[in-house]
């Protein structure tokens, strides 16, 4: 049995999908999973890796296939959510805060929730203060913090981290060296994980 | 019972997995396919989508997934290969043809084995004339087919009819009106047409 690196941006929306389903795969399987927060975009605009932008129909695509998958998996977003985030370095720096002090996994999922459930884009108010109230953490402290030298340093780290593993996308599951991308390959990587 | 409209274009390298593993999955169902060629190349330039040129990363993960979810079905590619087609126009005039003439789908599986199985770029000698005596037609008579005004503006034409269906890349997949993209969505696709 491999650990999972899950490798995520909060601004991906297919991410979504995965955000809301791996706690509990990852559970009934036994894996341990590692959440990475890294800026996508960055890693994007560095590979000129645009999914999306001025792109309508694979957009128009983007969101029925999420809507499709989504309905699959139990989840009931509303779409499409406000796309892109404009907050979307800041909302992965709270991320980042978050994995070192224990409540990452929880405030991903809490403005995830609130992004694609509720229409709230991530990483600004009143997404960011209300999913941080919401798992107990203080908006005032956390954004201090989030907006550090160390944190802001950390996030760029991680995603200089993820390049060199080759990461070019969110979400990305790392099995050793084993690269899967997107959510519909979730299930390979796992069956990777317990193989391996 | 809904058929399946399959639009592939002949250069797309995930339609490798779909085009060997369709005929026997849709026989299996009892699901009527019914197989468009089309240019992905012009949609994509046309719609500024350019999946991997000057992307080496993704690139490189495009080829180690194909060949993961190859062993999946069974299937024996040497990878990578040739890519990409400097005769993807002339390679998909001749499916174009063949698809009047009733022995499309047979070239389309065997210049798709040549090309993946044994590294012969298709669209090109010795490819193109090797699948087309391997499967009982002249290559020298569908040359000059191939080539004339109605087929040329039959590719074309189905080219714009697929942009007009919203296709933006291949294999795509056409339940009535819902839209589904990529060798992986296949089974989607086929329980929708069961269910519709």
Redesign the interface.
């Known amino acids: 049995m491999t650990p999972i690196d899950f490798w995520f941006s909060i601004g991906s929306t297919y991410s979504y999908l995965t955000v809301m389903r791996l706690p509990q795969l990852a559970d009934a399987k036994g894996i341990e999973v590692r959440w990475h927060p890294f800026n996508v975009r960055h890693v994007m605009v560095a590979?000129?890796?645009i999914p999306f932008k001025?792109?309508p129909?694979?957009t128009?695509?983007m969101w029925?296939?999420i809507a499709?998958r989504a309905e699959g998996y139990g989840l009931s977003p509303k779409l499409p959510a406000p796309y892109p985030l404009a907050g979307l370095v800041l909302a992965n720096e709270v991320a980042e805060l978050g994995m070192r002090e224990g409540w990452g996994i929880d405030y991903t999922r809490a403005t995830y929730r609130r992004w694609f459930e509720q229409g709230e884009p991530a990483g600004e108010a009143p997404n960011l203060p209300e999913s941080l109230r919401e798992i107990g953490q203080d908006p005032e402290r956390v954004m201090e913090r989030a907006g550090s030298e160390e944190i802001v340093q950390a996030l760029a780290s991680a995603t200089a981290d993820a390049?060199t593993l080759?990461v070019?996308?969110s979400p990305s599951f790392l099995v050793g060296h084993e690269?899967?991308?997107g959510d519909?390959?979730l299930e390979?990587a796992i069956a990777w994980a317990m193989s391996h």
């Open positions: 590979q000129n890796n001025d792109k129909e694979k128009a695509y029925r296939d499709r390049m080759g070019f996308g690269l899967f991308w519909d390959r390979d």
